[in-house]
């Protein structure tokens, strides 16, 4: 049973058809199980909303985009932000300057890997990239 760790960078890649974007549909279309931490949901909404208040006349793309979303989410398996893995973030690569939002992604998918070693992480983000 394959497994992936959905990361938003990757997601969003996807989404917007941006470089990459066909190799992480390719993978979750592969994959027997996708995973992510439920901070996705929050990003990729919040980057709808950022680029429909940037790109007012985009509606209809926007519409579009929205719908693939909803049709993605009953497909993942989504680890919740829990006091573990808030803990685990704040310390969570020391010598980094990995941001917040990143750090509690990366603790989700060290924490789904204890539990499942061959997990794969899909991300862009180089500096959770770097910490892997």
Same mark, same amino acid.
């Given at each position: 049973m394959s497994a992936v760790f959905l990361e938003t960078s990757a997601l969003l890649r996807m989404l917007f058809g941006e470089e990459g974007g066909d190799l992480v549909a390719k993978r979750l279309q592969e994959a027997d199980r996708a995973v992510a931490s439920?901070? @996705?949901?929050?990003?990729?909404?919040?980057?709808?909303?950022?680029?429909?208040?940037?790109?007012?006349?985009?509606?209809?793309?926007?519409?579009?985009?929205?719908?693939?979303?909803k049709r993605l989410w009953p497909k993942i398996d989504f680890i919740e932000v829990t006091r573990e893995i808030c803990d685990r973030a704040g310390r969570i690569a020391p010598r980094s300057r990995l941001r917040s939002l990143d750090a509690i992604h990366l603790a989700t998918y060290f924490r789904t890997r204890e539990l499942d070693p061959?997990?794969? @992480?899909?991300?862009?983000?180089?500096? @959770?990239?770097?910490?892997?």
């Open positions: 439920r901070l @996705i949901r929050v990003e990729a909404e919040r980057a709808l909303i950022r680029i429909s208040l940037d790109q007012p006349g985009s509606h209809a793309p926007l519409l579009e985009l929205e719908r693939e979303l061959k997990i794969e @992480i899909l991300t862009f983000d180089q500096r @959770i990239k770097k910490e892997i």
